[in-house]
Nanobody, 125 residues
Framework: QVQLVESGGGFVQAGGSLRLSCAAS????????MGWFRQAPGKERDFVAA????????NYADSVKGRFTISRDNAKNTVYLEMNSLKPEDTAVYYC??????????????????WGQGTQVTVSS
C-alpha cells in the first residue's frame, strides 16, 4: 500500500503562484511514477501533470503547459507541483496519484492505483 498526503493548497489571486507537495509512504518512493490530477465542482477528475520514477520523463495537460512544473525529490519521498500564472479556471481540488514505476509518465486516471485525499486550490479573478 502507498499512502499519499497532499499539502500546499490555498486561496490565491489570478496571476499568483502556489506550490503543492505530496508526501508518499509505504513503498520505496523511487520505484513509483507520480501524477497530479484535479477536479472542479461538477466535472470529471482531469490529468494535470505526471513524472516517471526517475524524473527523466514528464507530461503535462495542454492547459497547464508553460505554467506548471512537476518535480520530485526521491530523498524526501515527495513530489511537487509548482503552479505559476494561476487562472480562475485552475480552481479545483488537486489530487496526487501513484503507480508502480515505468519509463513513461502516464496521463490516464486509470493508470494510477493510489490516491491522496486532495487539496483545494482556489484562484480568484
Amino acid at each position: 500500500q502507498v499512502q499519499l498526503v497532499e499539502s500546499g493548497g490555498g486561496f490565491v489571486q489570478a496571476g499568483g503562484s502556489l506550490r503543492l507537495s505530496c508526501a508518499a509512504s509505504g513503498r520505496t518512493f523511487s520505484t513509483l511514477n507520480m501524477g497530479w490530477f484535479r477536479q472542479a465542482p461538477g466535472k470529471e477528475r482531469d490529468f494535470v501533470a505526471a513524472i516517471n520514477w526517475s524524473g527523466g520523463s514528464t507530461n503535462y495537460a495542454d492547459s497547464v503547459k508553460g505554467r506548471f512544473t512537476i518535480s520530485r525529490d526521491n530523498a524526501k519521498n515527495t513530489v511537487y507541483l509548482e503552479m505559476n500564472s494561476l487562472k480562475p479556471e485552475d480552481t479545483a481540488v488537486y489530487y496526487c496519484a501513484a503507480r508502480r514505476g515505468a519509463a513513461y509518465a502516464y496521463t490516464g486516471r486509470a493508470n494510477y492505483d493510489y490516491w491522496g485525499q486532495g487539496t483545494q486550490v482556489t484562484v480568484s479573478s
